[in-house]
């Protein structure tokens, strides 16, 4: 079953135009000129109920229009789009809920209140019953281990404590699909895999639909099984994220050290990351050149006593993906 479903969903926008100089300035407030821009073009796809998916995309690719349309703060200009069986901008409250949301840069809490008062007046938002409210609640303060700073003004709250927070006020009312946009964004190492272990140990236990936007590889990567890549208001890319560098990586980066003293390293189709005396960190194009031989020719000049191969960073593949487009890469 689909918890979503979008078809040729477009959303245009009228940007005026304004021509340089005081007579430009002048034409622009009593004749304005406007051109269309195309935030989102006619997209397509459907997410299973229980799925995480991450949608990601350079800044300006239509991941937040996308996110506002499906919980019915814009209207699209094209196209359909159900979540839950409901038309978000025509059914929002009665879609909202069953659906969270948390923003990275914009809060739902009070500012100057315990996150405690906030949970209060969101039960009373969703008509949550009081005794499912308290129950709710007190799992909630315990999985995400919010005992210590629930009577806490938020002002007073780290970053990774008020994310949380956040995180856990969108599960109150139990929310069969939950949008994320940017959810661990600022954050450090550890509160960042933090959000991710509770949300991905919610996603296990209720069953809950993820919708991830995200711009960081370790979300995507921990997070979700599939990723829908959008640049320029067009789906580009809709694959499983293990496929991603399966097929649009030509490479391996190989770390080794060595017992041997280092010399200048210089074979074709390969470029040297880094070099230490006893070490050295290649990255090799497999469609120029072979890994074993590479590895074979290492071996051959080195001593070598240990030798990590790995792909590169998911990142760098879904930078080469907006830059250059999804084309796969050669077999060896």
């Keep these: 079953m689909n918890a979503i479903t979008v078809e040729g969903l477009g959303k245009t926008f009228k940007a005026k135009v304004k021509e340089p100089g005081l007579s430009g300035s002048w034409r622009s407030i009593f004749n304005p000129v406007y051109r269309e821009v195309h935030a989102v073009a006619g997209i ?28 019915g703060i814009l209207h699209p200009s094209a196209g359909q789009a159900q979540v839950l069986g409901f038309v978000p901008w025509k059914e929002r409250y009665q879609m909202s809920f069953r659906i969270g949301a948390v923003f990275g840069q914009r809060s739902q809490l009070w500012y ?29 303060i315990e999985r995400f281990d919010l005992g210590e700073f629930q009577k806490t003004p938020v002002r007073k709250l780290s970053l990774g404590q008020r994310m949380r927070c956040e995180v856990a006020a969108s599960l109150l009312h139990r929310p069969e699909v939950l949008f994320l946009d940017e959810p661990t964004i600022g954050l450090d190492v550890v509160a960042k895999q933090k959000i991710r272990d509770l949300i991905g140990e919610m996603n296990k236990a209720e069953g809950m639909t993820v919708f991830l936007t995200s711009h960081d590889t370790g979300d995507i990567e921990q997070l979700c099984k599939r990723a829908i890549v959008i640049n320029h208001g067009t789906i580009v890319l809709d694959t499983r994220v293990s496929h991603l560098k399966r097929d649009y990586i030509a490479g391996k980066i190989v770390d080794l050290r060595v017992t041997t003293e280092v010399t200048d390293f210089s074979f074709p189709g390969v470029t040297v990351l880094k070099s ?30 240990d030798i990590t191969i790995s792909d590169p960073p998911l990142e760098q593949v879904i930078s080469s993906i907006y830059n250059e487009g999804p084309v796969p890469a050669h077999d060896q």
Excluded at 45 to 63: R, T, W
Excluded at 113 to 123: C, G, I
Excluded at 277 to 301: C, P
Aim: aromatic share 8%.
């Design 112 to 140: 100057h209140l315990p996150p405690l008062d906030t949970f209060d007046l969101l039960a009373r938002i969703y008509e949550i019953p009081a005794a499912d409210f308290s129950k709710r609640r007190n799992e909630l």
């Design 44 to 71: 397509d796809f459907k997410v299973d109920s229980g799925e995480m998916l991450a949608f990601i995309g350079p800044n300006g690719a239509g991941k937040s229009t996308t996110i506002k349309m499906l919980t």
């Design 276 to 305: 230490s005396k006893y070490g050295l960190k290649l990255s090799i194009d497999s469609t120029v050149q072979s890994i074993d031989r590479v590895l074979a020719h290492l071996m051959h000049d080195y001593q070598v006593v």
